[in-house]
């Protein structure tokens, strides 16, 4: 069972409020990512970081923004939300050893709700 | 054209039968392939991965990769309600610009008492 944690489960917050997830991972991995998730909708990357200090812009255009100081640590902030940024975020991170190994594991999502 | 296809369902069976699931791509060099389980609400949760061709089996799962075909699947035998959920496929391969996942849009499964 992997060991990552999302906090909070659930967020329901006002427009142009200021608003930071917390994602934190146990395993020690050195690859995370966060992805946005609509109901019933395909997976999208929006940030990854390799390693401390680290990050990237994933597929999917995000007003928001990640930091990564520590290995296990990779909260994702919204620095004015919106109705838009309404959506469920999904928090992973990943073994592998090989180049293409790239077995991530999930959080439990944070379901944000921007009114 | 997506370089991971699976048909977004919903496949409905009755308890107890077998769950045939299956992802088709275009990208020959992908090398790992992964199945995940996704309730509704909740984070996909790792079934199963594979490398190479050839079947894995863990408990009612079977995985299998045709990399001639470019097609994997997953069977689940002796279905259960709680294995009504939404299930992706994914997969990897080296990329110089960053090793990245490439998810299938999810099949979901309802299976009915």
């Known amino acids: 069972e992997a060991d990552i944690y999302q906090t909070p489960r659930y967020l329901v917050i006002g427009t142009g409020k200021k608003i930071t997830l917390e994602c934190s991972q146990t395993m020690g991995h050195d690859k995370m990512y966060w992805y946005q998730q609509d109901p019933g909708m395909e997976l999208h990357l929006i940030h990854y970081?390799?390693?401390?200090?680290?990050?990237e812009k994933g597929d999917l255009s995000s007003e928001s923004t990640v930091s990564r100081i520590r290995t296990e640590h990779f909260p994702l902030t919204l620095e004015s939300a919106r109705p838009s940024h309404t959506s469920q975020y999904l928090c992973?991170?990943?073994?592998?050893?090989?180049?293409?190994?790239?077995?991530?594991?999930f959080g439990a999502g944070t379901r944000l709700s921007v009114l | 054209q997506k370089e991971v296809e699976q048909d977004p369902g919903p496949l409905s069976v009755p308890e107890g039968a077998i769950v045939s699931l299956n992802c088709t791509y275009s990208?020959?060099?992908?090398?790992?392939f992964m199945w995940y389980r996704q309730y509704s609400r909740k984070g996909p949760e790792l079934l199963m991965y594979?490398?190479?061709?050839g079947n894995k089996e863990d408990g009612r799962f079977t995985a299998q990769v045709d990399k001639s075909s470019k097609y994997i699947s997953l069977f689940i035998r002796d279905s259960q309600p709680s294995d009504s959920a939404t299930y992706l496929c994914?997969?990897?391969?080296?990329?110089?610009?960053?090793?990245?996942?490439?998810f299938g849009g999810g099949t979901r499964v309802l299976v009915k008492p």
């Open positions: 594979t490398y190479s061709s």
């Open positions: 970081s390799y390693g401390v200090n680290s990050t």
């Open positions: 994914a997969m990897s391969v080296y990329r110089a610009a960053g090793n990245k996942l490439t």
């Open positions: 992973a991170s990943s073994v592998g050893t090989g180049l293409a190994k790239n077995i991530q594991y």
């Open positions: 990208n020959s060099a992908f090398q790992y």
